[in-house]
């Protein structure tokens, strides 16, 4: 069965302005840092979730790999769980993302400015 919410979904990316824990890794986002915010309507009960861009951009890798459209992919809260049945950990998976991301900060730094 899908965890889909049922009526109203809604997916932006927010600037927190207090202390939140993610709700995948259970990491602090600071005050400040940008996060993923989704709300929806679940089995007749309103839910949100607060999620750090690291999480999101592993379970948005995870969504887009599925092979099954009706596959759903990892609940909020269970992407530890998902990836550990396919043999990886959350932590092991943020690192890489966490180094990608290093990469792609440098690259954009060391790229020249074009004149105008």
């Given at each position: 069965?899908?965890?889909?919410p049922?009526?109203?979904n809604e997916?932006i990316?927010?600037?927190?302005?207090?202390?939140?824990?993610?709700?995948?890794?259970?990491?602090?986002?600071?005050?400040?840092?940008?996060?993923?915010?989704?709300?929806?309507?679940w089995?007749?009960s309103?839910?949100?979730?607060?999620?750090?861009?690291?999480c999101?951009?592993?379970?948005?890798?995870?969504y887009?790999?599925?092979?099954?459209?009706?596959?759903?992919?990892?609940?909020?809260?269970g992407?530890?769980?998902?990836?550990?049945?396919?043999?990886?950990?959350?932590?092991?998976?943020?690192?890489?993302?966490?180094k990608?991301?290093?990469?792609?900060?440098?690259?954009?730094?060391?790229?020249?400015?074009?004149?105008?």
């Amino acid at each position: 069965m899908c965890d889909k919410p049922e009526c109203y979904n809604e997916i932006i990316v927010r600037k927190a302005r207090k202390v939140h824990l993610c709700c995948e890794c259970r990491w602090p986002i600071e005050k400040g840092q940008a996060y993923q915010y989704v709300s929806g309507v679940w089995d007749r009960s309103p839910a949100s979730f607060k999620t750090c861009l690291v999480c999101a951009e592993i379970r948005n890798e995870e969504y887009a790999s599925l092979s099954d459209p009706r596959d759903c992919g990892p609940t909020f809260g269970g992407l530890d769980a998902w990836l550990r049945e396919g043999g990886a950990t959350l932590a092991e998976r943020r690192e890489e993302v966490m180094k990608v991301q290093k990469l792609r900060r440098e690259a954009a730094r060391q790229r020249p400015v074009r004149a105008l």
